[in-house]
């Protein structure tokens, strides 16, 4: 357990305070709800950050992370940030997640659900939305018609 928290606290860490991206690490805002035994948590608003397990491994070897999969670390006002594998392949993901990648993610499906891999709630299910009917999550994305670059 305070293995898992300390390894949070230096992904997190390492994830805000690079000054020149070594990789492709993908910031957005998303509404992410976890799910209990009653059903789906309240939704918020939060800063998530995506990148392949290969972006991953880069960071930690604490985890058990698959190269080809795509995972979420989401971040909360208070506390240590989730790290969350989304439960779906993405094809044509290559070595670094883009932010053409986070709009296929989103583009098709305006929510993906993915399993917490660490802490106390590992195992848990988290739904990431990543847009609504008509526009993007995150302010700073360009209008849904617009073409991404």
Same mark, same amino acid.
């Given at each position: 357990m305070a293995r898992t928290r300390i390894f949070v606290g230096i992904l997190l860490f390492a994830l805000l305070s690079a000054s020149a991206p070594a990789h492709a690490v993908v /910031?957005?805002?998303? !509404?992410?709800?976890?799910?209990?035994?009653?059903?789906?948590?309240?939704?918020?608003?939060? %800063?998530?950050?995506?990148?392949?397990?290969? /972006?991953?491994?880069? !960071?930690?070897s604490v985890l058990k992370i698959e190269f080809g999969q795509v995972y979420a670390?989401? %971040?909360?006002?208070?506390?240590?940030?989730?790290?969350?594998r989304l439960d779906m392949a993405l094809p044509g993901v290559r070595r670094e997640f883009t932010a053409a990648d986070f709009v296929r993610l989103f583009i098709g499906e305006h929510e993906r659900l993915g399993t917490q891999l660490e802490g106390e709630g590992r195992n848990l299910k988290w739904r990431l939305r990543g847009r609504t009917n008509d526009a993007w999550v995150d302010d700073a994305m360009p209008a849904l018609g617009m073409a991404i670059q």
């Open positions: /910031e957005r805002e998303c !509404i992410v709800a976890l799910q209990a035994r009653s059903g789906w948590s309240k939704a918020y608003r939060r %800063t998530v950050y995506f990148m392949t397990g290969l /972006e991953l491994s880069r !960071i930690t670390v989401i %971040t909360h006002e208070r506390g240590l940030p989730n790290v969350v």
